[in-house]
């Protein structure tokens, strides 16, 4: 069965930097397109950003624009999300997920059919 599986979250101050890592258990990189996703406590889970597996276009919602980038390494079944300039209200579980084709509605992945398991990222003084 094919996973998903994050890294990267920690504990950083306001201003610091953290780079997730989305790693694949099999080659899908190159054919799923791939969404990063996050949830605070008593918040709904809202799309962060999103690579479209079609043309490698990205995108990114308005709260992450200019701070975080997503990229992909298909040779190591990797996606990146670095995190730069961080603040308290980045502070949440951040997921990846994968989808076969998917479309990228702006930051939102359309569907997936794959999901890891979340990392912690809590952004605090």
Known sequence: QLQLV???????????????????????????SIGWFRQAPGKEREGVSCIRSTDNSTH???SAKGRFTISGD?????VYLQMNNLKPEDTAVYYCAGGLLAYCKGAVLDFGDYWGQGTQVTVSS
């Open 6 to 32: 994050e890294s990267g979250g920690g504990l950083v101050q306001p201003g610091g930097s953290l780079r997730l890592s989305c790693t694949a258990s099999e080659s899908i990189v190159e054919y799923y």
């Open 60 to 62: 990114y919602a308005d």
């Open 74 to 78: 298909n040779a190591k079944n990797t």
